[in-house]
């Protein structure tokens, strides 16, 4: 057999440091190079074969996995708070750190973590966008209604962000002068532009043949809608990929961390080493749910009663990810017991 190359990279904007390692750790090349395709190129060529690497996860991961998959005869990513935690030492540089990703890899230490495909990935590119878009629609509204307040005109709460009330405010209100109506119409168009593109990215998501009949069968699940059915196909990518419910829950952010020593438990608080965007997405279905779904709508009686309505949100948030991974493993539509029960009867 070829004697395999392990290759440790620091990934940085300008710069990746590269560490060339045999299998008894024999450093054989090492150095850095610029980081972009045409210099990759150029360093590819001059590696012994056939030769693995590895990389930590950064926001620039994603164009230099791709990159170098095709040539490789294998590419990893290393989760980054886990392989700080293996590799922590009191002296640290990029030649070091790419010294340690190899040896990590080497030795099968790499604490591996999930990489998308390219086409899950750039959609969820597309997601995260829209997600932006939303968000800056929001501050939109907000600062309408501070102007107003600012100048102090009152106004309609529920109806301000109507087209035909927004009209008439702004033309028959006699403290709204020159200045101030057209910074309100200069807000008010911004934020329906905004809104009109995130609609746009919504529905080219929706009828993408990679996710249709994949967001179609998880939108039979009570509560869930186009958004967190694209959320959750987009950002977990292959449910496959989590061996229990349980491990979903975690990755979705839903549960706190627990510390065991002496035959005593200690619960933190949630853990912030999640996906934020599947963990907001899906308590905001969890707030809607109870008055949806009859069954989520007892779940969450179950953990109210004992008083705390935050507790009963993420019981409710958990069960989604229940019926999530069930209905995305089986790929069959959602399907409720008494209903098949009745039915059957």
């Known amino acids: 057999m070829e004697q395999m190359y392990y290759i440790g990279l620091d990934v940085h904007k300008k710069k990746i440091s590269y560490c060339v390692k045999d299998v008894s750790g024999q450093i054989h090349l090492e150095g850095a190079i610029h980081a972009t395709r045409m210099d990759l190129n150029r360093w590819m060529k001059t590696l012994p074969q056939p030769w693995t690497a590895a990389m930590e996860a950064t926001i620039f991961t994603g ?102 009330y927004f009209r008439d405010l702004l033309k028959t209100h006699p403290e709204i002068n020159e200045s101030l109506r057209s910074l309100l119409g200069l807000c008010r168009e911004t934020m329906v532009r905004l809104q009109k593109t995130e609609g746009a990215l919504v529905r080219s998501l929706e009828r993408d043949p990679l996710l249709a009949e994949r967001v179609d069968r998880l939108m039979t699940i009570p509560a869930v809608g186009p958004i967190t059915a694209l959320t959750w196909a987009l950002e977990v990518g292959e449910v496959k990929r989590f061996s229990s419910i349980k491990k979903a829950i975690s990755y979705c952010g839903l549960c706190s961390g627990e510390k065991s020593s002496a035959d005593v438990t200690k619960r933190s608080p949630i853990s912030k080493q999640r996906n934020k965007h599947l963990q907001c997405m899906l308590i905001e279905a969890a707030k809607m749910a109870p008055r949806i779904s009859p069954s989520l709508a007892m779940v969450y009686n179950q953990e109210r009663q004992k008083g705390n309505v935050n507790r009963a949100t993420l019981a409710v948030a958990r069960k989604l990810v229940a019926y999530l991974v069930a209905v995305d493993r089986r790929q069959k539509d959602f399907l409720v017991i008494e209903d098949q029960n009745r039915t059957a009867a």
């Not at 935690?85 to 070091?96: E, H, L, S, V």
């Not at 501050?139 to 106004?155: C, D, F, R, T």
Request: with cysteine; glycine share 2%; aromatic share 6%.
């Open 63 to 164: 164009w230099i996995y791709d990159h170098l998959l095709p040539h490789a005869a294998a590419v990893k990513v290393a989760h980054p708070l886990m392989l700080r935690a293996i590799a922590a030492a009191k002296k640290k540089n990029d030649r070091i750190d790419a010294s340690k990703i190899a040896d990590c890899l080497r030795c099968d230490f790499l604490p591996e973590c999930y990489m998308a495909s390219t086409e899950i990935r750039e959609r969820r590119r597309t997601l995260r966008y829209r997600n932006l878009l939303v968000r800056q629609a929001v501050q939109l509204k907000n600062k309408i209604a501070v102007l107003l307040m600012e100048a102090g005109i009152s106004y309609d709460k529920q109806r301000l962000h109507k087209v035909g």
